[in-house]
T-cell receptor, first 111, second 114 residues
Framework: GQNIDQPTEMTATEGAIVQINCTYQTSGFNGLFWYQQHAGEAPTFLSYNVLDGLEEKGRFSSFLSRSKGYSYLLLKELQMKDSASYLCAVRPPDSNYQLIWGAGTKLIIKP | DSGVTQTPKHLITATGQRVTLRCSPRSGDLSVYWYQQSLDQGLQFLIQYYNGEERAKGNILERFSAQQFPDLHSELNLSSLELGDSALYFC?????????????FGDGTRLSIL
């Protein structure tokens, strides 16, 4: 079967660093996406990883280990506006560009 | 602004009724995806169209149907509505030119069934 696991909810403090993990078991792998979704709004694309390693984009970084079926999103210098759900999605090969979505991690930032 | 346009933004109707949700993809995108998201739930993939043809089906009920027109806009039809159909319905589009191409989401249609 195909499965993606993320923690349901995390809490962090403004100014701190938080790591949101995602593990996947899929029949093949052709890349992993991270999206941010504020409550009641559309998901917005954050990052794409297809090779092992760390991709950095400003305050946000995403890491991938294909052998472990594992990714994480690292958010630094947290701001109140980072309070949102973070969705992990995997693209299997030959999938007609569909994505398998995790349930998302709700991140709560406290002052 | 993602470039994906969904109308209407809000829809309130009663059980048993039928509604049509509309989506215009980003310029140049050939694929359209429909998702349902109930309150505090994850994204549930409904259906995908590519250049007018149905490409993949997810957990779409028989009461729901969709199509993509020659100008690439898409419509999602929901009939015999039930209270449990209340949700946010998102449309996304992508260019499908390579595995790294992300899906871009519209702002969604919030459907409330009374």
């Amino acid at each position: 079967g195909q499965n993606i696991d993320q923690p349901t909810e995390m809490t962090a403090t403004e100014g701190a660093i938080v790591q949101i993990n995602c593990t996947y078991q899929t029949s093949g792998f052709n890349g992993l996406f991270w999206y941010q979704q504020h409550a009641g709004e559309a998901p917005t694309f954050l990052s794409y990883n297809v090779l092992d390693g760390l991709e950095e984009k400003g305050r946000f970084s995403s890491f991938l280990s294909r052998s472990k079926g594992y990714s994480y999103l690292l958010l630094k210098e947290l701001q109140m506006k980072d309070s949102a759900s973070y969705l992990c999605a995997v693209r299997p090969p030959d999938s007609n560009y569909q994505l398998i979505w995790g349930a998302g991690t709700k991140l709560i930032i406290k002052p | 602004d993602s470039g994906v346009t969904q109308t209407p933004k809000h829809l309130i109707t009663a059980t048993g009724q039928r509604v049509t949700l509309r989506c215009s993809p980003r310029s140049g995108d050939l694929s359209v995806y429909w998702y349902q998201q109930s309150l505090d739930q994850g994204l549930q993939f409904l259906i995908q169209y590519y250049n007018g043809e149905e490409r993949a089906k997810g957990n779409i009920l028989e009461r729901f149907s969709a199509q993509q027109f020659p100008d690439l806009h898409s419509e999602l039809n929901l009939s015999s509505l039930e209270l449990g159909d209340s949700a946010l319905y998102f449309c996304a589009s992508s260019v499908d030119a390579g595995p790294g191409q992300p899906q871009h989401f519209g702002d969604g249609t919030r459907l409330s069934i009374l």
